[in-house]
């Protein structure tokens, strides 16, 4: 599956880049022919020279195939259009815009764009988190995105399954805050199973996510238990 990064400033350049480095496919679109050439002559990326507000110009950009749109211009005006594009008109299954207004926070949140963010190593993660693992999905970050809040879903293959929480070697930057059992909310202790189809939210931080992200869902219970 693809990204799609609209706007070629700073931030998208550096958001291009990061993750082109990471081996992401991805496509940026910018409305300014030189830093459009400028961009794709440096990075060596695929860029698309148009409004991110056109719907030809997205379908160019191959937002059929998107899971992922950050909305990342100067204007949040302009960002908010294009998530609302994206959602309304494409399905995309995720939008990220960059917020440059504080105000404006809460009616991007009641617009229903999935993510609002500043940062540019936010941003990046936050598309390889979605990119890489279904079996993860963040919720919100924190601390100005040093922490995440992470959902997992449990099924027979997750190393977690059938396990109690004080058997579990999470990384000491992990804490495991609840464990949803259908519509029972279980506030854990260390004797707390974890049972197929449970979805456990827990806060960490991006080494330690990328950590569990790498090892947890292709890994055996030795990544996920202590011996016994």
Known sequence: MESIIIG???IGYNLLKTLKERKYQVTLVERNRDTCAKIADELDADVICG?????????DAGINNAEVVAAVTGTDEENMVICQIAKLSFNVKKTIA???NPKNI????????????????????????????????IIQTLQRGQMVLVETTIDK?????????????LPSECVIISVLHGEEIIYPRGDTQIL???????ITNHS?????????????ASHAAKKK
Request: proline content about 2%; glycine content about 8%; overall charge negative.
């Open 106 to 137: 809460a009616m991007f949140k009641a617009l229903g764009i999935d993510r609002i963010v500043c940062s540019t190593e936010v941003i990046a993660d936050m598309i390889g988190y979605e990119l890489d693992k279904d079996d993860y999905r």
């Open 196 to 202: 197929e189809n449970d979805k456990v939210l827990f």
């Open 51 to 59: 409004d991110g507000t056109d719907l030809d110009v997205l379908n």
């Open 8 to 10: 070629g400033g700073k």
């Open 157 to 169: 293959k997750n190393p977690w399954y059938n396990c109690s929480i004080k058997d579990l070697n």
């Open 208 to 220: 330690a996510l990328t950590a569990l992200m790498n090892h947890l869902p292709s890994g055996g």
């Open 98 to 100: 960059r917020v440059n």
